[in-house]
């Protein structure tokens, strides 16, 4: 039973470009969410979402970011025009309908780096 | 989400038990306390939780003070493995819906020396 599978593990975007990371929950879990984590930080939640809906992006800048999780496929998030203070590490989580602690299982991350 | 209190950083010998502390001072009834620890260069990994009682599975063993305000996670011997940043996290009990969120702090970052 693979867990939450995040790719690409490490990416590098100039300014400017877009980044797209890449969430595939664990099996079984409907529920997804994003965190970031800069250096030294603890997480900081963006966005939690169902399949083909939002429900919470309280912690997703206004401008750039945006998510989804279409009903086949993996989440997305997706950043536009990348600047130097997106580098950080964003960390996915699934869990099953309603959630449990124990059922809240991360990914590994992916690794931005903007230059 | 009421806030945790947690010391920077703690160091332990290998083989020996460690006490990581948090303070929860406004702590609701409703509130469960999580620790979710995360080694580095990997995501975040579930603990242990509880309420009121404590809780021991094959990770660790969680102590909760009996006015709620405060809990320590037992470690009950330290691995070289078990270094890692370790966070404790109250969340509503109400796991559904909008409260699908964890509100992580800085954690205690735990050395471990052979």
């Known amino acids: 039973n693979a867990g939450v599978m995040q790719n690409p593990r490490h990416l590098v975007r100039r300014r400017g470009q877009e980044a797209r990371l890449r969430c595939s929950p664990m099996?079984?879990?409907?529920?997804v969410y994003w965190y970031r984590q800069l250096p030294e930080e603890g997480l900081k939640f963006m966005v939690y979402?169902?399949?083909?809906?939002?429900?919470?992006e309280s912690g997703m800048p206004k401008e750039r970011f945006s998510a989804e999780f279409p009903k086949e496929g993996p989440s997305i998030l997706r950043i536009q025009q990348v600047v130097r203070g997106d580098s950080a590490a964003y960390f996915c989580?699934?869990?099953?309908?309603?959630?449990?602690?124990?059922?809240?299982?991360f990914g590994s991350g992916t690794r931005l780096t903007v230059v | 989400d009421a806030k945790t209190t947690q010391p920077n950083s703690m160091e332990s010998n290998e083989e020996e038990p460690v006490h990581l502390p948090c303070n929860h001072s406004?702590?609701?009834?409703?509130?469960?306390i999580h620790w979710y620890r995360q080694l580095p260069s990997q995501g975040p990994e579930y603990v242990i939780h509880?309420?009121?009682s404590n809780v021991n599975n094959r990770m660790a063993s969680l102590a909760i003070a009996e006015d709620r305000k405060s809990s320590t996670l037992i470690l009950h011997r330290a691995t070289l493995r078990d270094a890692a940043v370790y966070y404790c996290i109250l969340r509503d009990g109400n796991y559904g819906g909008s409260q699908g969120n964890l509100i992580f702090g800085k954690g205690t970052k735990l050395s471990v020396k052979p």
């Open positions: 979402l169902q399949k083909e809906n939002i429900i919470d």
């Open positions: 099996k079984g879990h409907s529920h």
């Open positions: 509880g309420l009121t």
């Open positions: 406004t702590i609701s009834g409703t509130d469960y």
């Open positions: 989580a699934s869990s099953p309908a309603g959630g449990n602690p124990s059922g809240y299982t």
